[in-house]
């Protein structure tokens, strides 16, 4: 099947370098990511100089690898995405420039993109079915949302996090618990092997559809505290227990809003989305209520095919975007 439209699509606002091809059939015909996780685990967090460095560094790569099912061949593209917007300065300059200067050099159109929109919008690959309205449960490392998605152009936060988001709470639990950074998929993994019932933890539910995830976090602290020295079993029960608490939590709002909206299709976007519980929790709950996508794990956690997924739904509701482009640091989810 010919298609109209095949973006290369750009993503470097925080430590992942991405590159990918996606058409506007939300076929991802190429996903690269080089990761830094690596480099930054040193420091228990990412470091915006050296994760601008590093994009820097390894772009042109990521995009030649990319662009491998095309033989390099860049009249086959009509458009590139890139993200603008939120994220770190430093990193989303690296990103829009060299997107920028592709576009001047191949005379080729650009759409920004915001990278929340981003995530959300990797369910159109999972399921290019999917229409608004939805409901979006969006959990990284920096948002816990909940958003009524009423159409392209009409995106309500319903609610969100008052403190901590629930990426952050995985990630620093992990430490607690001496695991490396990034902790998510850490905790998840350990997590699989432990009784979630030996240790009890609160499920703090916030009016309006709220979260606070720092008072679970300090009950885990002191939990940890109390307990002393952890033996491997010990340790696997505490993040069993952690997990469920926060998937629970996570779960108990989602439910609330989907009640609230009426609304019968939802959508999990953002790392914390490739938490094996939490698909399978959010999958049972639902059952009946609605119906739940959630794009597969590697288009979860920050790749650039849901910046190219959401480049195309942006391309076809407003357009390319004719002037420079604006990265925006501060820029509102889903705006
Ligand atoms: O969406 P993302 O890749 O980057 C941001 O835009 O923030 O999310 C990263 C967050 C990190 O906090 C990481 O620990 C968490 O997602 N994460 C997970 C899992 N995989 C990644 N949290 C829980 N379970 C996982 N399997
Ligand atoms: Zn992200």
Redesign the pocket.
Known sequence: MAQDLRLLAIETS?DETAAALVTDSFVVESSVVASQAAAHAAYGGVVPELAARMHLERIAGVVRAAMAPLAQDWSRLDGIAVTRGPGLVGCLAVGASYAQALAAGSGMPLVGVN?MTG?VLAAEIENPALEPPFVGLVV???HTDLIHYRSHADVELLGATRDDAV??A??KVARMLGLPY????E??RLAEGGDPHRFRLPRPVMPNFGFSFSGLKTAVLYLVRDLGELDERTRADVAAAFRLAAVETLCLQLEAAVEHTGCHRVVLA???A???LLRETARTRLDGMADVTIPEPRF???NAAMIGAAGVVRQLTHGFDHEPLEIDPGLRAYA
């Open positions: 925080c990278h995530h990284s490392g920096g990426g952050e995985f990630d990034p902790g998510g998929p905790i998840d953002g790392g914390v490739s938490n094996r979860c956690t920050d």
